[in-house]
C-alpha cells in the first residue's frame, strides 16, 4: 500500500508511533520556501513545509577536453579574401569586419588567422559562407571519452548536466535514431489534459521525487482508539529516486568514497559503500549505507552508531537474519546479481523477510546471461507482480543506467529507485580506460587535482540536472509523484508493440520480438 | 516589417551574397559536403537536396538521396512499391493533389492545392520575415501557414485568407479581430517536441516588438503553461470550440495534439467536440527549443500515431468525416506521401521549410542572439539574412518540388488523385535494416 506523501513535510511530521525516525538530512537554518504564509507571518506551530531543493552552481570541468570541433582556416585563402573585401568595401569598415561567427570564435586580435575553436558550436555559418576558406569537422579526439555503452555523446551530456545542473535543451527536433534496443526501444506517454497539480505554471513544480526504501504492509490494523496496532517495518526516506552507487574497486580506496558520503547527505539520499571503506575512512552517518559481505557481519559492530540502512552483499539467509536483529530500525537491502538462477533467490529472499533488493546489471547493462537489464527489471516486476508480493518490495536497480531518460524507464519497468554508478564517475570527468564493464575489472582515470568541494558539487548538479528531466516526464504524464510511476506499465510505449500494431500489414515487415 | 534593421544594407548584401553563394556551391556539389553537416534523421545528403528544391523547385537526381534520412526506422524503412513502368499513368496524366479540410458535411469549403501546409512557428521564435516569407508562400502556392502562439503581426494581414491563427496554452496574442481573419483556427493542446511541457520563449529572444505583439513585458522570459487550465474533458474542449465558433462562425477548426498512448482516443474526443481537423504532432519534429529528454521519449512518433488513429477512426465509423493532418518529422515529399498511406489525409511541415532557407539543424537556435542563419531569431541584424521575397521563393520551389514529387509518385502508383492514396499501406513495402 502506498500513501500519497508530499515531499516536503518535515518538522512535526505525523508518523506512525512505530516507524523509525529518520535522521534529518538538511539542518533546519536551511529551510526556506514555506508556503501558506504571509511575507510578515509569523510560522504557525505544527507541520512546516519546504520544497526540496538541490543548490547547483556553476562547476567548470577541471581536464580541458578536446573541442567539440576543429575550425580549419586556409590562411592564404583567407588573406586573399580579407584584401579583396578592403577593396570592394574601402572605407565601409562595418561591413569588411563583418565577421561569419556570431559566436566569437574569429573575434580574436587576428581574427581567423587564429580562430578561437573552443568558442565553436558547429553552426557551419562559416563555411557555408566560405567553403574556399573554413572548414568545420567534429573533433575525433572527443571519441575517447567513453566506451561501448557510455557512449562520447553520453558522456557528453553527462559533462553538460554536471557543469551547472542544467537539463540539455536545444533547438530543432530529435537528431537520433528511430527507437532502437534497450531504453532507446520505450517511449513514455504523455497527457492531452491532465497535469499533476492545478498549482505553478506547468504542475510540476510540486512533483515529490520522494521514495522510501524498506517493506510495506498488506493492511493495517487499528485500536478503537485509533492507535496503530500494526508494526511497521523500518522505512528510510529518500528525497529523490537515486542512489549513489559504490565505485568500482580500482578506485575503493580513492577520495571517492568520501565524496558520495558527503554528496548523498546533502542531496537527501544514500551513497552504497563498503563497510570496510566506511570504518577505515570514518564514513559513518546517516546518508551512508554500508555494503556488508556475509563474513563482516560482525565488523559492524564497530560503527559509531545504529546505521540507518545496510546492504547485503548477496542472499545468505544467516546474515540476513544477524542483521535484521542486530539492527532492527535498519532497512535492509539485499543485493542481488542479475546471475543464474536470480529469480529463485529473489523468492526465497523474500519467503525469508526481505523486502529490498538491490538488483545489479553490470556497468553495460548486461546480466550474466547477456540479457538487458530493462527486460530484467521488467521480468523481475513481473514475478513478484505474479507472486502477489510487488507491493510489499523495494526494488533498488544498477547498471546501464547512464542517461537522465534511463530512470524515468527503470522506474516504469518496476524499480522504486536508481543507484547510480558510472555516471557518477562521468560526472567528474573520469573517464573509462578501455571497456569499462564490471565494477572489478573497470579503471576509469580521476582527473588530477579533484578536489571534494568540487567533487560534492558536480555530483549535486548532475542529480539536480537529472531529477529535473525526471520532473519533465512526470509532468508530461501529469503523475505528481514518482511513486506512482513504479510499474505503470500501461504508460510506457514499447516499440515492438507499437511497430506491430502499425506495420503489422505492411509488406516484409516482420515483428522485432525478442530484439526489445 | 517592425524594427530598424541593426545593420548597413552593404553589410546585407555582403552576407547574404556569400550565403546564397554558399547555398548554391554546397548542393549543387561544386564543393565538398561539410563533415560535421548533418545526423541520423536529417542526413546531410537530406539538407543539401533541400536547399537544392529550395534554389531550383526540382531534385537533385543522382546527386543526394533527398527520399529518405539514416534513422533507421519509421518513414526511413518504408518504399512504396511502384508499378512496372508500362503500367504507370502517363508522365503528363493530371493528378489531384488538393486537400479538403472540411468533411462534417455543413460549414465553409476550404480546399487545399497541396496536401501539406505550414507548421506554426510564432513570432519570436523566427523573425518577422520568416513569418511573412512563409504566409506568402502558402499565398502563392494555395495552401496555409500558421502563426504559431506569437500574435499576428499586422504585415501577415495581407494574407489572412492564408493563415491559420494559433490559440494555444498561453493565449499570447490572441484576438477576436486575429481569430476573425483565419481560415482556420488551430487549438494547440500539445506539440510533438516537448508534449505536455509548455512552452519556453527565453527572455533575450523577446524583444520589445515580439513583447508588444504578445501583450507582455520585454525581455522576460515567456513560459506557456501546459495544459489549457481551462480544459480538463471533452466538453470543457467543445466549449472552446464553440467560443473560436462565435467570434468566427466561418472558421474551420483544428486541434493539435500530441501522440500519446491512447492518441485515438483523443482524435475521436476532438471529432465529437466539433474539430474539422485533428493534427497529430510526433515526437521527432519541432523547430524551436525543447529539452532533450522529451524530444527522444515522450510520445510516440508519428508513423506510429497515423495508422493507430486512421484504423479507429474506421472502426468509430467517422473515418469521412475527420480530416486527419501528420506532422512532427515530416521531412520529405516522400514522407508527405508515407504519411498519407498509413492513414493521414495531410501533412504539416515545417522543418524542412527552414531548411530550405538554409538552415543547417545545428540545433543553436535558442543559444545567443539566435539562428546564425536570421532563421529562429529575433536579433536586428541577424534577421535582415533573410528577406521575405527570398524566402518565400525558396519556399514556393520547395513546395513545387515536392508536387513534382507527389505527382510523379502517383502516376508510379498508378493513382489519380491523393485521397486515393489515403490508408493504402499495401502500397508499402517495409525494408530490411540498412548495416549500419
Same mark, same amino acid.
Given at each position: 500500500m502506498q500513501m500519497p506523501r508530499v515531499q516536503s513535510l518535515r518538522d512535526g511530521e505525523a508518523r506512525p508511533a512505530a516507524a523509525p525516525t529518520p535522521a534529518p538530512l538538511r539542518p533546519a537554518a536551511d529551510e526556506e520556501g514555506e508556503v501558506n504564509a504571509g511575507p510578515h507571518a509569523v510560522p504557525p506551530p505544527g507541520p512546516r513545509y519546504r520544497r526540496y531543493h538541490i543548490d547547483t552552481a556553476d562547476t567548470p570541468d577541471l581536464l580541458r577536453l578536446p573541442h567539440r570541433f576543429r575550425v580549419e582556416v586556409r590562411r592564404w585563402r583567407l588573406a586573399r579574401l580579407l584584401l579583396t573585401e578592403v577593396g570592394r568595401y574601402f572605407g565601409r569598415w562595418d561591413t569588411v569586419l563583418n565577421r561569419p561567427c556570431v559566436y566569437g570564435v574569429f573575434g580574436g586580435p587576428v581574427g581567423g588567422f587564429k580562430p578561437r575553436q573552443e568558442l565553436c558550436v558547429g553552426c557551419l555559418r562559416c563555411t557555408v559562407q566560405h567553403p574556399d576558406v573554413v572548414r568545420i569537422v567534429r573533433n575525433p579526439e572527443r571519441r575517447r571519452l567513453g566506451d561501448s555503452y557510455l557512449t562520447p555523446e553520453r558522456v557528453e551530456t553527462?559533462?553538460?548536466?554536471?557543469?551547472?545542473?542544467?537539463?540539455?535543451?536545444?533547438?530543432?527536433?530529435?537528431?537520433?535514431?528511430?527507437?532502437?534496443?534497450?531504453?532507446?526501444? &520505450?517511449?513514455?506517454?504523455?497527457?492531452?489534459?491532465?497535469?499533476?497539480?492545478?498549482?505553478?505554471?506547468?504542475?510540476?513544480?510540486?512533483? /515529490?521525487?520522494?521514495?522510501?526504501?524498506?517493506?510495506?504492509?498488506?493492511?493495517?490494523?487499528?485500536?478503537?482508539?485509533?492507535?496503530?496496532?500494526?508494526?511497521?517495518?523500518?522505512?528510510?526516506?529518500?528525497?529523490?529516486?537515486?542512489?549513489?552507487?559504490?565505485?568500482?574497486?580500482?578506485?575503493?580506496?580513492?577520495?571517492?568514497?568520501?565524496?558520495?558520503?558527503?554528496?548523498?547527505?546533502?542531496?537527501?539520499?544514500?551513497?552504497?559503500?563498503?563497510?570496510?571503506?566506511?570504518?577505515?575512512?570514518?564514513?559513518?552517518?546517516?546518508?551512508? &549505507?554500508?555494503?556488508?559481505?556475509?563474513?563482516?557481519?560482525?565488523?559492524? $559492530?564497530?560503527?559509531?552508531?545504529?546505521?540507518? $540502512?545496510?546492504?547485503?552483499?548477496?542472499?545468505?539467509?544467516?546474515?540476513?537474519?544477524?542483521?535484521?536483529?542486530?539492527?532492527?530500525?535498519?532497512?535492509?537491502?539485499?543485493?542481488?546479481?542479475?546471475?543464474?538462477?536470480?529469480?529463485?533467490?529473489?523468492?526465497?529472499?523474500?519467503?525469508?523477510?526481505? /523486502?529490498?533488493?538491490?538488483?545489479?546489471?553490470?556497468?553495460?547493462?548486461?546480466?550474466?546471461?547477456?540479457?538487458?537489464?530493462?527486460?530484467?527489471?521488467?521480468?523481475?516486476?513481473?514475478?513478484?507482480? $505474479?507472486?502477489?508480493?510487488?507491493?510489499?518490495?523495494?526494488?533498488?536497480?544498477?547498471?546501464?543506467?547512464?542517461?537522465?531518460?534511463?530512470?524515468?524507464?527503470?522506474?516504469?519497468?518496476?524499480?522504486?529507485?536508481?543507484?547510480?554508478?558510472?555516471?557518477?564517475?562521468?560526472?567528474?570527468?573520469?573517464?573509462?580506460?578501455?571497456?569499462?564493464?564490471?565494477? $572489478?575489472?573497470?579503471r576509469f582515470g580521476l582527473p588530477p587535482g579533484l578536489g571534494p568541494e568540487w567533487a560534492v558539487q558536480r555530483v549535486k548538479n548532475l542529480a539536480a540536472a537529472w531529477r529535473d528531466q525526471l520532473l519533465e516526464i512526470l509532468g508530461a504524464m501529469g503523475l505528481r509523484e514518482v511513486r506512482r510511476l513504479r510499474g505503470e506499465l500501461g504508460r510506457a510505449m514499447f516499440q515492438a508493440e507499437l511497430e506491430a500494431e502499425a506495420f503489422g500489414d505492411v509488406e516484409g515487415f516482420a515483428p522485432r520480438g525478442a530484439e526489445r | 516589417m517592425s524594427e530598424e534593421p541593426g545593420v548597413s544594407p552593404l553589410t546585407i548584401d555582403k552576407v547574404t551574397h556569400y550565403l546564397h553563394a554558399g547555398y548554391h556551391a554546397r548542393s549543387w556539389g561544386e564543393v565538398e559536403v561539410p563533415p560535421a553537416l548533418g545526423d541520423a534523421r536529417w542526413t546531410s545528403d537530406l539538407i543539401l537536396a533541400t536547399w537544392y528544391m529550395g534554389e531550383t523547385g526540382r531534385v537533385p537526381e543522382g546527386r543526394f538521396e533527398y527520399r529518405v534520412g539514416a534513422s533507421g526506422g519509421g518513414f526511413d524503412r518504408l518504399a512504396f512499391k511502384t508499378l512496372p513502368a508500362a503500367e504507370r499513368r502517363a508522365a503528363d496524366a493530371p493528378v489531384d493533389l488538393s486537400l479538403p479540410l472540411n468533411r462534417r458535411g455543413s460549414g465553409r469549403e476550404l480546399t487545399l492545392e497541396l496536401p501539406f501546409y505550414g507548421g506554426g512557428m510564432s513570432y519570436g521564435s523566427v523573425s518577422e520575415h520568416i513569418l511573412l516569407a512563409r504566409a506568402m508562400a502558402a499565398h502563392r502556392a494555395g495552401t496555409l501557414t500558421s502563426t504559431g502562439e506569437g500574435g499576428y503581426p499586422p504585415s501577415l494581414a495581407r494574407y489572412r485568407d492564408r493563415v491559420i491563427t494559433q490559440v494555444a496554452t498561453g493565449l499570447f496574442g490572441v484576438e477576436e479581430r486575429t481569430i476573425q481573419y483565419a481560415p482556420m483556427v488551430e487549438f494547440k493542446y500539445a506539440q510533438g517536441a516537448k508534449p505536455g511541457l509548455g512552452g519556453h520563449l527565453l527572455g533575450s529572444k523577446t524583444t520589445t516588438a515580439v513583447s508588444r505583439m504578445r501583450g507582455s513585458v520585454p525581455w522576460v522570459s515567456l513560459f506557456s503553461p501546459f495544459p489549457f487550465h481551462?480544459?480538463?474533458?471533452?466538453?470543457?474542449?467543445?466549449?472552446?470550440?464553440?467560443?473560436?465558433?462565435?467570434?468566427? @462562425?466561418?472558421?474551420?477548426?483544428?486541434?493539435?495534439?500530441?501522440?500519446?498512448?491512447?492518441?485515438?482516443?483523443?482524435?475521436?474526443?476532438?471529432?465529437?467536440?466539433?474539430?474539422?481537423?485533428?493534427?497529430?504532432?510526433?515526437?521527432?519534429?519541432?523547430?524551436?527549443?525543447? @529539452?532533450?529528454?522529451?524530444?527522444?521519449?515522450?510520445?510516440?512518433?508519428?508513423?506510429?500515431?497515423?495508422?493507430?488513429?486512421?484504423?479507429?477512426? +474506421?472502426?468509430?465509423?467517422?473515418?469521412?468525416?475527420?480530416?486527419?493532418?501528420?506532422?512532427?518529422? +515530416?521531412?520529405?515529399?516522400?514522407?508527405?506521401?508515407?504519411?498519407?498511406?498509413?492513414?493521414?489525409?495531410?501533412?504539416?511541415?515545417?522543418?524542412?521549410?527552414?531548411?530550405?532557407?538554409?538552415?543547417?539543424?545545428?540545433?543553436?537556435?535558442?543559444?545567443?542572439?539566435?539562428?546564425?542563419?536570421?532563421?529562429?531569431?529575433?536579433?536586428?541584424?541577424?534577421?535582415?539574412?533573410?528577406? @521575405?521575397?527570398?524566402?518565400?521563393?525558396?519556399?514556393?520551389?520547395?513546395?513545387?518540388?515536392?508536387?513534382?514529387?507527389?505527382?510523379?509518385?502517383?502516376?508510379e502508383l498508378g493513382l489519380a488523385t491523393i485521397r486515393e492514396l489515403r490508408g493504402r499501406t499495401d502500397l508499402l513495402r517495409y525494408l530490411p535494416e540498412a548495416p549500419s
Open positions: 553527462i559533462l553538460y548536466e554536471a557543469k551547472a545542473g542544467n537539463l540539455p535543451v536545444r533547438g530543432q527536433g530529435y537528431r537520433g535514431r528511430f527507437g532502437g534496443t534497450g531504453f532507446d526501444g &520505450m517511449w513514455t506517454d504523455m497527457s492531452e489534459i491532465v497535469r499533476p497539480t492545478r498549482d505553478g505554471i506547468h504542475g510540476r513544480e510540486t512533483i /515529490s521525487t520522494v521514495v522510501e526504501l524498506g517493506g510495506a504492509c498488506d493492511h493495517l490494523e487499528f485500536a478503537p482508539d485509533g492507535a496503530l496496532l500494526t508494526p511497521q517495518p523500518p522505512a528510510a526516506t529518500l528525497e529523490l529516486p537515486l542512489l549513489l552507487d559504490l565505485p568500482p574497486d580500482s578506485l575503493a580506496a580513492s577520495a571517492l568514497p568520501a565524496i558520495w558520503a558527503r554528496a548523498a547527505g546533502e542531496l537527501g539520499t544514500l551513497a552504497v559503500l563498503p563497510l570496510a571503506g566506511v570504518l577505515a575512512a570514518g564514513l559513518a552517518g546517516p546518508a551512508v &549505507m554500508p555494503l556488508v559481505a556475509p563474513a563482516e557481519v560482525a565488523a559492524l $559492530a564497530a560503527l559509531p552508531a545504529p546505521p540507518r $540502512a545496510l546492504a547485503l552483499a548477496g542472499w545468505d539467509r544467516d546474515a540476513f537474519r544477524a542483521l535484521t536483529e542486530g539492527y532492527p530500525e535498519a532497512v535492509v537491502a539485499v543485493r542481488l546479481p542479475f546471475a543464474a538462477g536470480w529469480q529463485a533467490t529473489l523468492l526465497a529472499a523474500v519467503a525469508a523477510g526481505a /523486502s529490498t533488493f538491490h538488483l545489479e546489471a553490470d556497468y553495460h547493462g548486461r546480466g550474466a546471461d547477456g540479457e538487458f537489464v530493462l527486460d530484467l527489471l521488467l521480468a523481475a516486476h513481473r514475478l513478484l507482480l $505474479a507472486e502477489g508480493l510487488r507491493d510489499r518490495v523495494t526494488l533498488i536497480g544498477s547498471g546501464g543506467i547512464v542517461a537522465a531518460e534511463h530512470v524515468p524507464k527503470a522506474i516504469l519497468a518496476g524499480l522504486d529507485a536508481v543507484a547510480l554508478d558510472t555516471p557518477l564517475l562521468a560526472a567528474l570527468q573520469a573517464f573509462p580506460e578501455g571497456e569499462a564493464r564490471d565494477r $572489478a575489472g573497470a | 481551462s480544459v480538463y474533458s471533452v466538453e470543457d474542449h467543445k466549449k472552446h470550440v464553440d467560443w473560436i465558433l462565435t467570434v468566427n @462562425p466561418e472558421a474551420l477548426v483544428s486541434v493539435k495534439v500530441s501522440t500519446p498512448v491512447d492518441v485515438d482516443m483523443v482524435a475521436i474526443g476532438s471529432y465529437y467536440a466539433g474539430a474539422h481537423v485533428v493534427h497529430l504532432d510526433g515526437s521527432f519534429g519541432g523547430t524551436g527549443a525543447a @529539452p532533450e529528454i522529451a524530444k527522444k521519449n515522450i510520445a510516440m512518433p508519428i508513423e506510429l500515431a497515423v495508422p493507430k488513429v486512421h484504423k479507429h477512426l +474506421i472502426k468509430e465509423g467517422i473515418r469521412d468525416h475527420l480530416t486527419l493532418i501528420a506532422s512532427g518529422g +515530416i521531412r520529405t515529399a516522400h514522407d508527405v506521401a508515407k504519411a498519407i498511406a498509413l492513414g493521414a489525409d495531410g501533412a504539416v511541415i515545417a522543418t524542412s521549410e527552414l531548411v530550405a532557407m538554409g538552415c543547417t539543424r545545428c540545433s543553436n537556435c535558442e543559444r545567443g542572439r539566435g539562428c546564425p542563419f536570421g532563421l529562429t531569431t529575433t536579433d536586428p541584424e541577424l534577421q535582415e539574412w533573410v528577406t @521575405p521575397e527570398w524566402g518565400a521563393e525558396r519556399l514556393g520551389n520547395l513546395y513545387r518540388a515536392f508536387s513534382r514529387q507527389l505527382a510523379e509518385l502517383l502516376r
